[in-house]
């Protein structure tokens, strides 16, 4: 049986030993034909299968690309949350009642840098607002001891509504205006439609009976809406 092969010029049949293609005259050297005509063959089958190890790659790199974006979030929680994890201990632990614990009023002072308000005032009362007046608008902050018994210390807003008030019931912050609540020890929206702009936690420190508030912090405070 003929063998039959293709010419590499313009693919026409021709049979082995033909020196010259009868359709496009292109010279055929021994066995060149079926030579080409493999190389033909493999680089079609090679180009055939590209695209879908390129598609291939590029769905693995997207997967794990996906993959490590959910990695950081889970393991990197809110502004929130990385400024009240850092905030100091200062009893073992609190648990407030189920009816509403209003804030005090309290006046605090500035000292070299330092807005201060008494560490004992603070755990006497569990929930405190006071203010900080500087060469820009009156700020209104606030603090309280969480159920782990760190001080927190915050812009006193609830932001999209504008209030300034709020009240501690069972592990709960609520605001005292639209009734958005948060849970207490860590900011995180429990519900309400101001959810995503709880009280602004601002870093503080405690030394010797001293809750102590860098005065930059919040006279650089600026609102998030």
Not at 44 to 59: A, G, M, R, V, Y
Not at 136 to 153: C, D, F, M, R
């Amino acid at each position: 049986m003929t063998n039959v092969n293709y010419c590499p010029q313009c693919g026409h049949k021709v049979n082995n030993g033909v020196k010259f293609c009868p359709d496009c005259g292109h010279r055929l050297l021994g066995s060149s034909v079926k030579d080409n005509h493999q190389k033909i063959h493999k680089r079609e089958k090679i180009l055939s299968k590209s695209p879908s190890k390129f598609k291939t790659t590029n769905i693995v790199l997207s997967i794990g690309f996906i993959g490590v974006i959910l990695i950081y979030f889970i393991t990197t929680g809110s502004k929130e949350n990385e400024i009240i994890k850092k905030q100091p201990k200062v009893i073992n632990s609190i648990e407030y009642p189920s009816s509403p614990t209003q804030m005090s009023t309290i006046q605090s002072k500035v000292e070299s840098g330092k807005i201060i308000i008494p560490l004992e005032v603070v755990k006497n009362n569990k929930f405190v607002k006071f203010s900080y007046t500087g060469s820009g608008p009156v700020v209104p902050l606030l603090a309280y001891i969480s159920e782990e018994g760190k001080v927190i210390t915050a812009i006193s807003m609830c932001e999209p509504c504008n209030s300034t008030t709020f009240h501690i019931k069972g592990d709960e912050l609520i605001c005292n205006s639209c009734g958005t609540t948060w849970d207490l020890n860590n900011m995180d929206a429990i519900s309400g439609s101001c959810g995503k702009y709880p009280p602004d936690p601002i870093p503080s420190i405690v030394t010797g009976n001293e809750i102590q508030i860098d005065v930059s912090s919040v006279a650089n405070w600026q609102r998030r809406i």
